[in-house]
Structure formats: C-alpha cells, structure tokens
C-alpha cells in the first residue's frame, strides 16, 4: 500500500484548523504535524477580547477539545520555524532540527503592526494579538491607574474596553476628528463614540503618539505630538496588522501584501 502523506502545516491559528479539518475529509490516514509558535495552541483570537474584560473565562476561547485536537493532528510541535528549503521538502527549526514533508502549508497568518514612535520597546506598552498578550495585559492593569489606546478599528476598541474593565482610567486618541474615519460614515462613528464616552473613555481628537516616556525601562508617561504630556502605566498600541512573510519571502515565493496564491 502508498505511504500515508505527510502533511505539515506552519502556523496553529484557524487557518491551519480549517486546513487540517478539509485535510481529514480527503484523506483519513495521512499525517497532519502543526507547528507553531504560540504555546497555547489553537484558540479564537476574536475570543481574545472577552478574556481580556473578563466576560469569558480563558478556557472558554478554546472552542476545540483537545481531544477533537489530538485525532486531528498526528503530531503538534511547539516551535519557531527558521527557514523552508522547498527543493528538498524540509524545513528547520530554530534549534536546528529538520523535518520532511510531501505537501507544506504555510497558515503563519499576522500579527500586529509595532508602534512607530521612540519608547515602543518600553514595559506596559502592550499588544492584543496573543493569549499571552491578554495575561499580560491583565496583570499591567492590577498595579496601573491610567492608559492610553491609540490605533482605529475593532481591537483598538477591544483594548479600550478590555482596560476600562479594569478600572483603569482609559485616554483613546483618535487620528482623526472622528472614530475609523476610513471605514465608518460620521453617524457610525458618533455612535461609536458615544457609546465608549458612556463607559468613560476619555476621547481625544487629531492626537498622536510622539514619544513613550519611561523610568527605568518601564512606562510612565506618553508625549503627544503636540507637545503635551499625559501619565500612564499602560498603552494599548493597535495600528493594523502585518502578513507573517518572512518564510514565504526567504523560500522565494511571490509576496504581494500578504502571501499570493493561485486558485
């Protein structure tokens, strides 16, 4: 008889999910190795807002059992990948080691854009795109009283909800002189804004980040572009979204935005 395939997906997010369940339909007895670099694993990353504001417990944004996990994939290996060598149908970890596949999925998906201004390195400038980041960010808020969010669009607001539900005195800067001015209409924004005003965010129009301020490594304070200084021991950074394509670019795949395919 053949030799079961082997498939090997990068990446433990939906998208490898969903591959390696269309995978299962076609092919019963091939093998399926995951390898990621969460540690975590497979959860919703949309979940990840309402672990943050507490309205979901943590095992709750992991819609999968581990069991449904462990007949899905042959093998998960926790890991950083460092590189793909396409001709010879391996890739490498970043200890070195090699593994063979017969057919490659890339799923490596994005993470989140860093901020563009000086101090982004600075501990308590935070993220929304990991379950670490949410236990981190939990943890920043029980000894801070005040942050700052800037970034339009859904998970800067999951950040500023996510922090005022920690009693933290939230400041939201706006871009703009009003809420994703590029996708919503004035009367979506409004809303949005009333609604965030109603909770007690405090709104801040046409201000930008110039500079995080730090003492010792940690975050005290954030000076806006026009020159005014606002304390704060948390700042929520959610500018957009970057492809993860580094291993598609080194492997010499035609990169656009993202990774380009065929049908």
């Not at 933290?168 to 409004?190: C, K, Q």
């Not at 975050?219 to 580094?246: D, F, H, N, W, Y």
Request: hydrophobic share 40%; proline share 3%; aromatic share 6%.
């Amino acid at each position: 008889p053949d030799m079961a395939r082997r498939y090997l997906i990068i990446g433990s997010g939906v998208a490898a999910l969903a591959a390696a369940e269309a995978i299962r339909r076609q092919d019963s007895i091939g093998e399926i190795t995951v390898v990621g670099d969460d540690p975590h694993g497979y959860y919703s990353r949309p979940g990840l807002a309402y672990a943050l504001n507490q309205a979901l417990p943590e095992q709750q944004i992991f819609p999968r059992s581990t069991n449904h996990l462990r007949k899905l994939f042959t093998k998960s290996i926790h890991a950083r990948v460092s590189g793909l060598l396409p001709a010879n149908h391996e890739i490498v970890l970043e200890d070195g080691q090699r593994l063979s596949y017969d057919r490659l999925l890339l799923a490596t998906g994005s993470v989140a854009a860093p901020g563009d201004f000086p101090g982004y390195d600075l501990a308590g400038v935070v993220k929304l795109d990991t379950l670490e980041d949410v236990r981190g960010i939990i943890k920043l808020a029980q000894r801070a009283r005040s942050a700052v969010v800037v970034g339009g669009g859904i998970i800067a607001i999951e950040l500023v909800e996510g922090l005022a539900a920690h009693d933290l005195t939230v400041h939201y800067f706006l871009r703009t002189d009003r809420f994703w001015s590029s996708v919503l209409d004035e009367t979506e924004s409004r809303m949005v804004e009333r609604g965030l005003q109603s909770e007690g965010i405090r709104l801040h129009y046409r201000t930008q980040v110039e500079q995080a301020l730090g003492k010792e490594g940690q975050l005290a304070a954030v000076l806006t572009k026009a020159g005014s200084t606002l304390p704060c021991q948390v700042l929520g950074v959610a500018i957009g979204l970057r492809a993860r394509m580094e291993l598609a670019q080194q492997a010499g795949l035609a990169t656009g935005k993202g990774v380009l395919v065929n049908e």
